[in-house]
């Protein structure tokens, strides 16, 4: 395993692609909560870290072009020559990419709520179990859409055609839902939605009536994020490359 890491680390340290990420995902998460914090919502607290749903669009295309860049440009037979134990490279992606993901989001989440706490009427203490609840869950939300998108580009292999399935995955589901005028679709819909289901985690009123739980939302992000790295993992260990 150490040998993957190192040879990730190195390419990491060494390819543009992370001094762009994180930075952009910092400034995503940060930007659009700071700006939807001080506008009226009856959630406050779910508004002051809007700028996750912006923000997961960079984690997710950075976590595909992490592995689906190495089969576009080549560097893939290279990287399996070196390393033939191929879930041990996925592996050590997943580690790189979650440890990149924490640096940018863990301060820009936190920002975001202490500019909420200071600038929001009727915003909740920092340290209420609905604000860190809100906050904490955003950041798990987040590292799951890593490993989510990781196990499509595994698996696709294609950069544009795994961004595009991930985005569509992420961002379609709304308007899905809004298809369906019966209201019992409409909340099956939100239930299986990996974006919908997840981001309930940062609701912090009217609980009883959102079609799924906090936690019960952020198991249902995981399933499909550990549901589709585990599929991504078979399809890398059964292909030729």
Known sequence: MMPALRAEWTKL?????????VPLIA?????VSVAAATAS?????????LGVQVGQAAVAVWAVH???????????????????????????KAVLLLAGVLAACVPAIVVSVL?????????????SGVVLRAAGGSVLYLCLITLLALGVAAAVRS?????????????????????????????????????????TIQSTVDLAGLPIGPWAGLGVAAAW??????????????RDV
């Open 225 to 238: 994020a550990f549901g589709l790295l585990g599929i991504g993992a078979l399809v890398l260990r059964a």
């Open 41 to 49: 919502s009856p959630d406050v607290v779910r508004s002051s870290l």
């Open 13 to 21: 340290r060494t390819v543009p692609d992370a001094a762009v990420a």
């Open 115 to 127: 500019f909420a706490r200071g600038h929001a009427d009727g915003y909740p203490g920092v340290g």
């Open 27 to 31: 400034l995503l998460t940060t930007g």
């Open 66 to 92: 992490m592995l689906a860049g190495e089969y576009g440009n080549g560097l893939i037979r290279a990287t399996f020559t070196a390393l033939p134990r191929r879930l041990e490279v996925l592996l050590a």
């Open 159 to 199: 950069a544009v055609a795994a961004s595009g399935l991930v985005l569509g995955l992420l961002y379609l589901s709304p308007a899905v839902q809004n298809m369906f005028r019966d209201p019992d679709w409409q909340r099956w819909i939100y239930r299986l939605s990996p974006s919908t289901a997840g981001s």
